[in-house]
């Protein structure tokens, strides 16, 4: 059964500040991963799909990567704004005839003017 | 090219009533997905449709819950005799077959 870790649960930093959302995942064979951002009361927005035959994918400021072999996923944000506060979920799709996402629990990321 | 719609936006229901929460997939997409978020939890899968199928409903509580996409109209999530546990944001998602799930805004469903 597929589990997926998010940590840190919370994190606070400066604007202007990089930083590194850390997802892990105990099953190795997935189809693609991706990353959504959740803000207060919303609904989930689509921000990057890696596809299991590759290492990263970027958008704008975004840059996501995967590591299938270490379990391992990161969402790298670059010169963060207060605009980027939300939660940051990664979620696996596992494929096959089934293609029902395992979502982590998220980061809830607040970044300060 | 309209996104993925739910309704009602929210809903509050007594403990005992009926909730029906619908799911209107962006336009082109036959699969239809539903997913709970429960308080200070992760997003939880429920069930997978097609057209007039259910696939795969391996989230679905054994009891009280069903779940519908007929050939004609919106998909739907039915929960009979609602208790506070029910209590959660309910996502629908859409997609192509086998392709990227595109979410709606969620229902957010009260149990008073």
């Known amino acids: 059964k597929q589990e997926v870790t998010q940590i840190p649960a919370a994190l606070s930093v400066p604007e202007g500040e990089n930083l590194v959302l850390n997802c892990s995942f105990t099953?190795?064979?997935?189809?693609?991963l991706q990353w959504f951002r959740q803000d207060p009361g919303k609904g989930l927005t689509s921000l990057l799909l890696?596809?299991?035959?590759?290492r990263e994918q970027t958008s704008g400021r975004l840059n996501a990567s995967l590591d299938k072999s270490s379990g391992r996923s990161t969402l790298y944000i670059a010169a963060s704004q207060p605009g980027d506060s939300a939660t940051y979920l990664c979620?696996?799709?596992?494929?096959?005839?089934?293609?029902?996402?395992?979502f982590g629990k998220g980061t809830l990321l607040t970044v300060n003017p | 090219n309209a996104g993925v719609m739910q309704n009602p936006r929210h809903l509050v229901r007594r403990r005992g009533q009926e909730a029906r929460l619908r799911c209107s997939p962006m336009?082109?997409?036959?699969?239809v997905y539903w997913y709970r978020q429960l308080p200070e939890e992760g997003l939880k899968f429920m069930v997978y449709?097609?057209?007039?199928?259910?696939?795969?409903e391996s989230g679905m509580p054994k009891e009280r819950f069903s779940a519908e996409f007929p050939k004609e109209g919106p998909s739907i999530l039915r929960i009979q005799q609602v208790v506070r546990g029910d209590s959660a944001a309910y996502f629908c998602?859409?997609?192509?077959?086998?392709?990227?799930?595109?979410f709606g805004p969620g229902t957010r469903l009260t149990v008073l």
């Open positions: 336009k082109g997409h036959s699969h």
């Open positions: 099953d190795s064979a997935i189809y693609n």
């Open positions: 449709l097609q057209k007039e199928n259910i696939i795969d």
């Open positions: 979620a696996l799709n596992s494929g096959g005839s089934n293609y029902k996402l395992t």
């Open positions: 998602a859409s997609s192509k077959p086998q392709n990227e799930q595109f």
């Open positions: 890696i596809q299991s035959s590759q």
